[in-house]
């Protein structure tokens, strides 16, 4: 078979490359911009989603690559502290500056405090900073804290010396603005966890399942700026052993307040793709109850008087068939009895009504009936 404009063909496929003998005057190398002459080399762009682009033979055989595109780079590359390197063009849309960092790290807070508003709070008391590949890596081998982690890309940790506690945030550096922000809601989730989840039920909870949460809060808020590309490495990400999948389809089922009480309360250790609705089974004890480790406050007597101001309606998630209330940091249904923090101690309320903009509750074992307003902001 003669192939018009072919003086030869063959055909190679290894690690994402294409190599064809052509005569290809028309082609040139995407790296050097010459004319690509007798082979050029097709290699995949993973910054354009794995288009092929054609290189010649020996812009092919250079030792450096793109870190983000994964293509050679020869000239005009931008070199990094950890020896990473970016080609000219998406040195561009990396962010490289830390005050660049810190404005959109103040981006996300305000995005996720408005996207999950209605269902919990994200700490205020979160310093970002950028570091290079080494600096992470060291990170996760101080003795306590080693962590298997493909793709490190960034790294939380909290400081109990200071009141309030808080917590320096590392993600590496040259990362594209949009990756940065789904990086960034990916660590602010660690720090949800460090606040809201007890002792005893962080050290049950697998690995990968408090990967996946935090995964799971990057991806809803990606997917509320429009970034389709940026959810769909998330979801690829095989880093979670699949738990990112498995909390994306609880959360289309179940609700993200459900994912919040499973977290808080769960029974189970991860999710489960074959008995996915166990994300509703929990159990509320005082080991649970408690965010901290330290003994749990006992609980006052039915007679006590709990101040109405104390008890405070956060978010109202409205449903015709199933409405919930965030009070005090914790979700209810309507029926629905459990241990809410206040002051130094943990009280009962009952969830009685829930209305649009309000709900009935009773704190106490006999106490009376309250209504709590939704504040209007």
Same mark, same amino acid.
């Given at each position: 078979?003669?192939w018009?404009?072919?003086?030869?063909f063959?055909?190679a496929?290894?690690?994402?490359?294409?190599a064809?003998?052509?005569?290809?005057?028309?082609?040139?190398?995407?790296?050097c911009g010459?004319?690509i002459?007798?082979?050029v080399?097709f290699m995949?762009?993973?910054?354009a989603g794995?288009a092929?682009k054609a290189?010649?033979?020996?812009c092919?055989?250079?030792?450096k690559?793109?870190?983000?595109?994964?293509?050679? =780079?020869?000239?005009d590359?931008?070199?990094l502290?950890?020896?990473?390197?970016?080609c000219?063009?998406?040195?561009?849309t990396?962010v490289?500056?830390? *005050?660049?960092?810190?404005?959109?790290?103040k981006?996300?807070?305000?995005?996720?405090?408005?996207?999950?508003?209605?269902f919990?709070?994200f700490?205020d008391?979160?310093?970002?900073?950028?570091?290079?590949?080494?600096?992470?890596?060291?990170?996760y081998?101080?003795p306590?804290?080693?962590?298997?982690?493909p793709n490190v890309l960034?790294y939380?940790r909290?400081?109990?010396?200071?009141?309030?506690?808080?917590?320096?945030?590392?993600?590496?550096?040259?990362l594209?603005?949009?990756?940065?922000r789904?990086?960034? *809601?990916?660590?602010?989730a660690?720090?949800?966890i460090?606040?809201?989840?007890?002792?005893?039920?962080?050290?049950?909870?697998?690995?990968?399942a408090?990967?996946?949460?935090?995964?799971l809060v990057?991806?809803?808020l990606m997917e509320?700026?429009?970034?389709?590309?940026?959810?769909g490495?998330i979801?690829?990400?095989a880093?979670?052993?699949g738990q990112?999948l498995?909390?994306?389809?609880?959360?289309?089922?179940f609700?993200?307040n459900?994912?919040?009480d499973?977290?808080?309360?769960? =029974?189970?250790?991860?999710?489960?793709?074959a008995?996915?609705?166990?994300?509703r089974?929990?159990?509320?004890?005082?080991s649970?109850?408690a965010?901290?480790?330290?003994?749990? =406050?006992?609980?006052p007597?039915?007679?006590?008087?709990?101040?109405?101001?104390d008890?405070?309606?956060?978010?109202?998630?409205?449903?015709?068939t199933?409405?919930?209330?965030?009070?005090?940091g914790?979700t209810?249904?309507v029926?629905?009895t459990g241990?809410v923090?206040?002051?130094?101690?943990?009280?009962?309320?009952?969830c009685?009504?829930?209305?649009?903009d309000?709900?009935?509750?009773?704190v106490?074992?006999?106490?009376g009936?309250r209504?709590?307003?939704?504040k209007?902001?």
């Open positions: 078979m003669r018009p404009g072919l003086i030869g063959w055909l496929l290894f690690n994402g490359v294409t064809f003998s052509v005569r290809a005057e028309s082609l040139y190398c995407v790296v010459e004319p002459k007798d082979t080399v995949e762009d993973n910054v794995g092929k290189v010649c033979v020996e092919s055989r250079l030792p690559e793109c870190y983000l595109c994964g293509l050679p =780079v020869k000239k590359f931008t070199a502290s950890d020896q990473r390197v970016l000219a063009r998406d040195a561009k990396v490289l500056d830390d *005050a660049e960092a810190v404005q959109i790290a981006q996300v807070k305000e995005s996720l405090d408005r996207l999950f508003s209605r919990t709070t700490s008391d979160v310093t970002l900073r950028l570091a290079d590949r080494v600096d992470i890596m060291d990170l081998h101080v306590g804290n080693d962590f298997d982690c960034g939380t909290r400081q109990t010396n200071t009141t309030p506690v808080t917590y320096t945030v590392s993600v590496l550096s040259g594209p603005a949009r990756r940065l789904a990086t960034a *809601a990916h660590e602010w660690h720090t949800w460090f606040e809201n989840v007890s002792a005893a039920r962080q050290t049950r909870l697998d690995r990968d408090k990967e996946g949460f935090c995964e990057s991806h809803l509320s700026h429009g970034e389709k590309a940026e959810s490495v979801r690829s990400n880093y979670t052993r990112i498995l909390f994306i389809d609880a959360e289309l089922r609700g993200f459900d994912i919040v499973w977290m808080k309360f769960g =029974v189970d250790a991860k999710l489960d793709a008995a996915l609705n166990r994300v089974e929990v159990e509320m004890s005082s649970t109850n965010v901290s480790s330290a003994a749990a =406050v006992p609980v007597s039915p007679v006590s008087i709990i101040p109405l101001a008890v405070t309606l956060q978010g109202i998630t409205w449903s015709p199933h409405p919930t209330a965030l009070i005090n914790r209810f249904s029926n629905e241990k923090p206040v002051g130094s101690t943990n009280v009962l309320v009952r009685m009504a829930i209305r649009a309000a709900v009935v509750v009773r106490g074992e006999v106490g009936l209504t709590l307003k939704l209007r902001h």
